[in-house]
C-alpha cells in the first residue's frame, strides 16, 4: 500500500528548491497517488514555502489536476463549439445516462470518470470524444456503447 506522506515527502524533497517546482511535483505526486490527497496540501504548502491557498488556487486551477479518486479510465466529451453543432450536447446526455453519472463523477465499479473538455483538437470530426488516451471521431451514441463495450 503506498503511503501518501512518505510519497509527498520525497517529492517535496526533491522540488523544494526548483524553481516553479510545484508544478512537477503536483504532477508527481498525482502520477503515483493517482490524486493530490486534499490532507496532504498542507505539507506540499510548508514543503514549497507557499500558502495553502495558493496550493489549492494551483490544483484548482489546473483541470488536469485532482484531490478525488478517479475512475481507472477518464471518459472527456468535448464541448465546444463543432462538437456541439455536430450533436455533442445529445451524445452527452447519452452518456452520463449510460455511465450513471454526471460530470467529476465516478463510476460505482471504479472504472469510469466523466469529465468535460474544450476542444480535443478533432473538430473535423465531431462530435469528439476521449476514452483514456484515445480520441475518438464521430461518435454517437451507439458507437460510444460500442466503445465503451470494448473499453
Ligand atoms: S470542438 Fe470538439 S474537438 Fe474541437
Given at each position: 500500500?503506498?503511503?501518501p506522506i512518505?510519497?509527498?515527502?520525497?517529492?517535496?524533497?526533491?522540488?523544494?528548491?526548483?524553481?516553479?517546482?510545484?508544478?512537477?511535483?503536483?504532477?508527481?505526486?498525482?502520477?503515483?497517488?493517482?490524486?493530490?490527497p486534499?490532507?496532504q496540501?498542507?505539507?506540499?504548502?510548508?514543503?514549497?514555502?507557499?500558502?495553502?491557498?495558493?496550493?489549492?488556487?494551483?490544483?484548482?486551477?489546473?483541470?488536469?489536476?485532482?484531490?478525488?479518486?478517479?475512475?481507472?479510465?477518464?471518459?472527456?466529451?468535448?464541448?465546444?463549439?463543432?462538437?456541439?453543432?455536430?450533436?455533442?450536447?445529445?451524445?452527452?446526455?447519452?452518456?452520463?445516462?449510460?455511465?450513471?453519472?454526471?460530470?467529476?463523477?465516478?463510476?460505482?465499479?471504479?472504472?469510469?470518470?466523466?469529465?468535460?473538455?474544450?476542444?480535443?483538437?478533432?473538430?473535423?470530426?465531431?462530435?469528439?470524444?476521449?476514452?483514456?488516451?484515445?480520441?475518438?471521431?464521430?461518435?454517437?451514441?451507439?458507437?460510444?456503447?460500442?466503445?465503451?463495450?470494448?473499453?
Amino acid at each position: 500500500m503506498k503511503n501518501p506522506i512518505r510519497i509527498v515527502t520525497t517529492a517535496v524533497q526533491k522540488y523544494a528548491d526548483t524553481p516553479g517546482g510545484l508544478l512537477p511535483l503536483l504532477h508527481e505526486i498525482q502520477a503515483i497517488l493517482g490524486r493530490i490527497p486534499k490532507d496532504q496540501v498542507p505539507l506540499v504548502a510548508t514543503g514549497m514555502g507557499l500558502s495553502r491557498a495558493e496550493v489549492h488556487g494551483v490544483i484548482s486551477f489546473y483541470h488536469d489536476f485532482h484531490c478525488d479518486q478517479r475512475g481507472q479510465s477518464t471518459v472527456q466529451v468535448c464541448r465546444a463549439e463543432a462538437c456541439q453543432a455536430m450533436g455533442s450536447r445529445q451524445l452527452e446526455e447519452h452518456i452520463k445516462e449510460r455511465l450513471g453519472i454526471d460530470y467529476g463523477g465516478t463510476t460505482a465499479d471504479g472504472r469510469f470518470s466523466l469529465e468535460p473538455v474544450y476542444c480535443l483538437g478533432n473538430c473535423a470530426c465531431s462530435p469528439s470524444i476521449r476514452i483514456g488516451d484515445d480520441i475518438h471521431a464521430r461518435v454517437d451514441a451507439q458507437r460510444f456503447d460500442k466503445l465503451l463495450d470494448e473499453a
